[in-house]
């Protein structure tokens, strides 16, 4: 299975920790979802994508998910999101993958746009660091 991932699991530490293994680099390819702008959520540190005709959110699609590759990241997303089939271009040619959509009734976008290099300076060390208490919490 494919996915287009367009936030935090753009991260390489981020998707080795929900996947629980670290991918190759090139398992991403980079690749634009059209008709969407990507969003910082309103008191968190992740985007989601929204939609907007003007705009396109560059991301990467990875492939070759196993069945409990897809379940860790339906887990990490939680029940704010489903999983869409939509058109994204790769390389120049449309193709259609999987996209956790949020559901959107359930955010609230901010006016700003969402980077990855500015996320990993900014907040990426205490999102991990959430992660892990999480994790802690649901062993525990």
Do not use: C
């Not at 003007?54 to 998910?65: E, I, N, Q, T, W």
């Amino acid at each position: 299975m494919r996915f287009f991932f367009y936030g935090t699991l753009l991260d390489r530490d981020v998707t080795a920790w929900v996947l629980g293994r670290r991918l190759p680099p090139g398992a991403f390819t980079p690749a634009i979802l059209p008709g969407h702008a990507r969003r910082r959520i309103e008191g968190g540190s992740y985007p989601i994508a929204v939609p907007d005709p003007k705009s396109a959110v560059a991301g990467a699609v990875v492939g070759g998910l196993s069945r409990r590759d897809v379940a860790r990241l339906a887990a990490y997303e939680g029940p704010r999101y489903r999983i869409a089939p939509l058109k994204v271009r790769i390389a120049g040619r449309l193709s259609i993958v999987s996209v956790f959509a949020p559901l959107e009734e359930r955010f609230r976008p901010t006016r700003g746009s969402w980077e990855l290099p500015t996320w990993q300076r900014r907040d990426k060390r205490a999102f991990l660091a959430r992660l892990a208490r999480r994790r802690q919490n649901d062993e525990g």
